[in-house]
């Protein structure tokens, strides 16, 4: 990758990564109130106002932890013999495509499962402890207690979360 790639990402974490390695990122949320969340290495943009033209010209990576129809839209907004990575389907379990359209943008689609990669990835996230121990790295979440389980499962459930939820097992907020 070099230092003209353009990535469109929807996580802090890739956000920070991409520009680190030198790319021109956009950062994409799905809501107003997440604008201000989106780091400032990356240009933020709402997903109902992608286009071509809002990003500047295609993509050469789409990083996206959304899935349904915003993978579909923002697919096409990768450059022929660009890369798209699943990460996730928060936004919808089904993506509908046009087969013919999607031959001829000749995009890769690369679903990555997490899940499975565990001992893969290891070495790497213990590689980026010291950035985040230290901020050069950073990585949102909102902290509950085991008593406002049923408002993070909630926020989590509505989109309105930024970032990860860390359960506290030990802190019942009292």
Known sequence: ?????????????PVQLAARAGAEVIGV?????????VPGVAKA??????SEEAVGGKADVLIDTVGGGILRDALTL????GRAAL??????????LDLADFFLADVSLLPV?????G????????RLLPDLASGALSLPYER?????????????RTGAAVGKIVLDMENTGD
Request: glycine letters at 10%; hydrophobic letters at 40%; charged letters at 30%.
């Open 1 to 13: 990758m070099g230092p003209a790639s353009r990535w469109q990402v929807d996580r802090a974490e």
């Open 29 to 37: 949320v799905g809501r107003p109130a997440k604008l201000e969340h």
């Open 45 to 50: 943009l709402l997903a109902p106002d992608l």
């Open 78 to 81: 990768v450059r022929p013999r």
């Open 87 to 96: 990460l996730g389907y928060t936004g919808g379990r089904e993506l509908t």
């Open 113 to 117: 499962n997490m899940i499975s990669r």
């Open 119 to 126: 001992e893969e990835v290891a070495p790497e996230v213990l």
């Open 144 to 156: 509950y207690g085991m008593d406002a389980l049923g408002e993070a499962v909630e926020r989590l």
